[in-house]
Nanobody
Framework: QVQLVESGGGLVQAGDSLRLSCAAS????????MGWFRQAPGKEREFVAA????????YVTGSVKGRFTISRDNAKNTLYLQMNTLKPEDTAVYYC????????????????????WGQGTQVTVSS
């Protein structure tokens, strides 16, 4: 089992920045590809960003490209999502997820490829 706990959400104004963290425990963190998803009220959960287990490959969805950065610190068992120039449409509950254990070093963009999920952290961006 892998336990994931997100933190860092909050209420900010448009144009502000936030950094989300996801603390992992229970298994060897570096064996898991990681991802961030979000779900806005009344909408389906959507992919935001993903990172390979060693951190060398990353991918972010088009709507946040150039504003959001995903990273990880395997020594600290922590995943990050740096969010800059936030917009009201970024308002959602943000979830981190783990896929694995993996022997490859790749990222995953579809929710069904992830087998562990955190409880989510709320991000609200006011205009």
């Amino acid at each position: 089992q892998v336990q994931l706990v997100e933190s860092g959400g909050g209420l900010v104004q448009a144009g502000d920045s936030l950094r989300l963290s996801c603390a992992a425990s229970g298994r060897t963190f570096s064996n898991y590809a990681m991802g961030w998803f979000r779900q806005a009220p009344g909408k389906e959960r959507e992919f935001v960003a993903a990172i390979s287990r060693l951190g060398s490959l990353v991918y972010v969805t088009g709507s946040v490209k150039g504003r959001f950065t995903i990273s990880r610190d395997n020594a600290k068992n922590t995943l990050y999502l740096q969010m800059n120039t936030l917009k009201p449409e970024d308002t959602a509950v943000y979830y981190c997820a783990a896929a694995g254990p993996k022997t490859n070093n790749y990222y995953y963009t579809r929710s069904h490829e992830y087998n562990y999920w955190g409880q989510g952290t709320q991000v609200t961006v006011s205009s």
